[in-house]
Nanobody, 126 residues
Framework: QVKLVESGGGLVQAGGSLRLSCTTS????????MAWFRQAPGKEREFVAA????????HYADSVKGRFTIARDNAKNTVFLQMNSLKVDDTAVYFC???????????????????WGQGTQVTVSS
């Protein structure tokens, strides 16, 4: 069983930056494609970014392209989401997710990410 733990959320002003981290204890994340999703109040959970096992292939939602960067450090068993130029609309609970059945990203099958962390709150003020 993979247990994911997110950290790095907080309150930031619009235009600011935050870096989220996702790690696990026990099993390594290095074999899995990983992703970040988010859920704003009253809205459905939505995809943000994904990365393959080696880190050389990424996929982003249009709403965050050019502002967010997903990366991973397999030696540290950690996945990151660097968020720059934050907007009020980025306010949400951010979840780390793993596709424990695949090492590669399947952009048309994002439901494959079915192992979740507990989430970390990101609040962007105007």
């Amino acid at each position: 069983q993979v247990k994911l733990v997110e950290s790095g959320g907080g309150l930031v002003q619009a235009g600011g930056s935050l870096r989220l981290s996702c790690t696990t204890s026990g099993r390594t994340l290095s074999e899995y494609a990983m992703a970040w999703f988010r859920q704003a109040p009253g809205k459905e959970r939505e995809f943000v970014a994904a990365i393959n096992w080696s880190g050389d292939n990424t996929h982003y939602a249009d709403s965050v392209k050019g502002r967010f960067t997903i990366a991973r450090d397999n030696a540290k068993n950690t996945v990151f989401l660097q968020m720059n130029s934050l907007k009020v609309d980025d306010t949400a609970v951010y979840f780390c997710a793993a596709d424990v059945g695949a090492s590669y990203i399947y952009p048309n099958a994002l439901s494959r990410f079915d192992t979740w962390g507990q989430g970390t709150q990101v609040t962007v003020s105007s």
